[in-house]
């Protein structure tokens, strides 16, 4: 997957197809546009259609057994949600919601179907797409019991100021993160109050700065560091 300049302030918005493959996905839909807290998909929902961002970002989270709300991913520019269940035929097993105003191609569930059938490559960089997900997930689940939560929010604020992270004028190379704490707590699997602590931690060392439910990274090899720890 590279790299690319979204044109849309994000500081490393990335693309898992190709032009001509976007341009395939982009024939077989039509364009929506959801605004902030709208929802594109509900857990437990029908499989009838994906979504390919075009601009924006979304939150994928679930719910547990005990009300407690799991921050699974964050999609932006470029990439696909919705295309498992579509793929499988099964009901959601997440919710999709916009954390800003957002862009996006829906494709019918057949139609989804249809261009994979008729297009390998395309095939082939959706499975690649679903492959590096899953290893993801892979690696956070192994890391959740041997890091610390400092540690974990840390890798959480690194990957998505990089991945869909907004440049900011001030202070030179700031990087906004938009989620709120409780999104954060969820995406790093601890709880709201150690995040709170955490921020606070990272901030007397620098790296990031807050205010009025705004989070900055300031630095970003220092959270990389940070994250290792």
């Keep these: 997957m590279a790299p690319h300049g979204a044109g849309n302030g994000r500081s490393g918005a990335y693309e898992p197809f190709t032009a001509d493959e976007l341009l395939l996905l982009r024939g077989a839909g039509r364009v929506r546009v959801w605004n902030r807290h709208d929802r594109l998909m509900r857990e437990g929902g029908p499989p009838d259609s994906v979504v390919l961002v075009i601009s924006g970002l979304a939150k994928i989270t679930a719910e547990s057994d005990n009300g407690y709300t799991s921050v699974l991913a964050l999609r932006g520019p470029g990439e696909l949600v919705g295309e498992l269940s579509c ?28 261009v994979l059938s008729l297009h390998a490559t395309l095939t ?28 974990m929010l840390a890798r959480v604020l690194l990957e ?23 999104e954060l707590a969820g995406a790093a699997g601890i709880s709201r109050e ?9 901030q ?18 220092g959270m990389r560091l940070r994250s290792q720890e």
């Design 194 to 202: 150690s995040v709170v602590r955490c921020l606070r931690a990272l």
């Design 204 to 221: 007397s060392s620098g790296l990031v700065s807050t205010s009025r439910g705004r989070t900055l990274v300031l630095d970003l090899q």
């Design 124 to 151: 082939l960089a959706v499975l690649r797409s679903v492959i590096a997900r899953l290893r993801h997930s892979d690696g956070l689940r192994a890391e959740h019991g041997a890091r610390t939560a400092a540690a």
């Design 87 to 114: 793929l499988d035929g099964t009901v959601r097993s997440a919710t999709v919601t916009a954390l800003e105003r957002l862009e996006g191609v829906v494709i019918g569930a057949e139609a989804f179907q249809r």
């Design 160 to 182: 998505t100021a990089v991945r869909h992270g907004v440049g900011v004028p001030e202070p030179p190379g700031a990087i906004e993160v938009r989620m709120n704490q409780q």
